[in-house]
């Protein structure tokens, strides 16, 4: 059987690389991101997505995953906080930690019930 893995921030950096990798090793890889698909070859499947929108069509989309690697992240363009507007602040909360918990709570939950499965989560943090 073949394995899936759901990849946030999939277009660029460690999101790429983790596709490439899990590719390379025969998963079936579906990878969400607001920006442009990478094109990979092999199994890869392409949702393009702002992650701080509502969730279901992802779940939709990829209803179950053996491994989930929540990837996607904002940097706050290197602005010391003090800079931050409380806007971005919130932008930035949303991306780096609201989406992951989302993601995690309803895949955990599908992972728990076929008692299996791999989380792998990053995210950059705000600069003081």
């Known amino acids: 059987m073949t394995r899936r893995v759901l990849i946030t921030g999939v277009s660029s950096g460690i999101g790429l690389a983790q596709a490439r990798l899990f590719l390379e090793n025969g998963f079936q890889v579906y990878g969400v991101d607001q920006g442009e698909n990478p094109l990979l070859e092999g199994d890869f499947h392409f949702l393009q997505r702002d992650l701080t929108l509502d969730l279901e069509p ?30 971005e602040i919130q932008e930035i909360f949303e991306i780096n930690y609201m989406t992951p918990v989302e993601l995690t709570r309803y895949y955990l939950t599908k992972m728990l019930e076929n008692k299996k499965g791999l989380l792998s989560t990053c995210a950059p943090l705000l600069r003081a």
Request: proline share 7%; charged share 20%; hydrophobic share 40%.
């Open 58 to 87: 992802i779940f939709d989309w990829c209803p179950q995953v053996d491994v989930l690697c929540n990837t996607a992240g904002v940097l706050d363009d290197y602005k010391p906080l003090l800079e931050q507007t409380a806007q």
